[in-house]
Structure formats: C-alpha cells, structure tokens
C-alpha cells in the first residue's frame, strides 16, 4: 500500500520550454503533497507543500511564478517549471500523505534536464 | 527553525558487521517526529524507521534500531548484519508533530552508506 508514482522519471527538454511533472497517489487520497528539489550529491530541499484544493505553499527562495504547483485532486499533483533553463536541471520528488502525522510516501522522483 | 546535522557524510562497513550512522538536530519543540530514510541508486526514498518524540522507547525495525537521546537532540541509526542492499544513501530526517499545519521534513545532508563484501 502507499504508493506514489512520479510522470516521467526522466525528462530532457530545450531552455525556454514549459515541463510538466505529475504525481499520483495509486491507493490512498493525498491530502497533502509535497515537492522537493535535489542536486548532485545533496539533500532534499522542499520547495512547497500543497493541499487539495489550496494554493500551494512556497518555501523562501522558491519562485512561485516559475515552480507552479496544482494539487486539483485527493490523487494528483503537478508541479510545472515555465519557462525552463539549464539552472532548473535537477531531480524533483514528489511525496505524499493522507492524514496529519503519518509518515510522507516519496515518489521515484523525475530527473529533469534542460539543454 | 529546526536544522538536521550528519556529520558523516561516508561511512563504510564490512558485510554483516554493524555500523551506526549520527545524526543531531536542533528544536526548541518539545513534540516532533524524527525519521531515517534510504536513498538507494534508483533515488526512491525509503522510509526506514520512525520515532515519536514521546516515546522513551527506542524503535526497532527487523536489523534496524535507533538510540533517541531526547536530551542531547542525537538519534543514530544502528544497522546490524549489514547485507550489500544497505548501500545506500541515508537521510535523517525533522518534522514537527501538527494536526493542522506545516508537516515539512527538515532533512540532513545524508551519510553515504558502502557495504564491502
């Protein structure tokens, strides 16, 4: 049980271009989701946390405008980068929980690479 | 803010010894949830073991265990008879204990985990 699964897994794309990436929990309602960015060798860092239905929360830094987040449904999140440029290639992990206090499930993550 | 400290970033051990990973953090709650996770080479992160900060007792899963030190904020991992599917990367990881609010993970920078056969 707990599963999330993260569309694509890898996504190469030229600057300027607009990426989509989805997350979905398969067997539980995701009340709230979370995406985090991870760089070469570091650790997760979260960029916002989202709950059906809401505006999504941004962390300081992370521009709102450029990381758009949707989380339309209890299963389905998406997290958009506009107008993207090599400094936005990085691996972006989605996770999820359905209830306050429960452990988050991670995706498999989504390697992005801009050209 | 709540920060997360490894200060290991590589630890290496041979196959079926034990090894314990560090990790201390800084709070100024008094309820919260730690947490170590696995990073493996495929990048899924895998929940490994989970402690609430009210209980005194320490969680145990199979060959993994912790040692909560409330006290002086220190929670390592200890991984006995450690098998080649431990390599991995591991995180440590914060979060605050809340109904309605922010349930971000604050996590460490990671210890990188090698198994020598």
């Known amino acids: 049980g707990a599963v999330v699964s993260q569309h694509p897994s890898w996504v190469i794309c030229k600057s300027g271009t607009s990426v989509k990436i989805e997350c979905r929990s398969l067997?539980?309602?995701?009340?709230?989701m979370f995406w985090y960015r991870q760089f070469p060798k570091q650790s997760l860092m979260l960029m916002a946390t989202?709950?059906?239905?809401?505006?999504?929360?941004?962390e300081q830094g992370v521009e709102k405008d450029k990381f758009l987040i949707n989380h339309a449904s209890l299963t389905l999140s998406t997290l958009t980068v506009t107008s993207a440029h090599p400094e936005d290639s990085s691996f972006y992990i989605c996770?999820?929980?359905?209830?306050?206090?429960?452990?988050?499930?991670f995706g498999d993550g989504t390697r992005l690479s801009i050209l | 803010a709540q920060t997360v400290t490894q200060s290991q970033p590589e630890m290496s051990v041979q196959e079926a010894e034990t090894v314990t990973l560090s990790c201390t953090y800084d709070?100024?709650?008094?309820?919260?949830?730690l947490f170590w996770y696995k990073q493996p080479p495929s990048r899924q992160m895998i929940l490994v073991i989970r402690q609430e900060a009210y209980k005194q007792q320490n969680a145990t899963e199979n060959r993994f265990s912790v040692n909560f030190q409330k006290a002086a904020k220190s929670f390592s991992l200890k991984i006995s008879d450690s098998q080649l599917g431990d390599a991995a990367m591991y995180f440590c990881?914060?979060?605050?204990?809340?109904?309605?609010?922010?349930?971000?993970?604050?996590f460490g920078t990671g210890t990188r985990l090698t198994i020598i056969p």
């Open positions: 996770s999820a929980t359905d209830r306050p206090n429960q452990p988050q499930h």
């Open positions: 990881a914060y979060r605050s204990h809340t109904y309605f609010g922010n349930e971000k993970l604050t």
């Open positions: 067997d539980f309602q995701a009340t709230t």
């Open positions: 709070t100024s709650e008094s309820d919260y949830y």
């Open positions: 989202s709950n059906e239905g809401s505006k999504a929360t941004y």
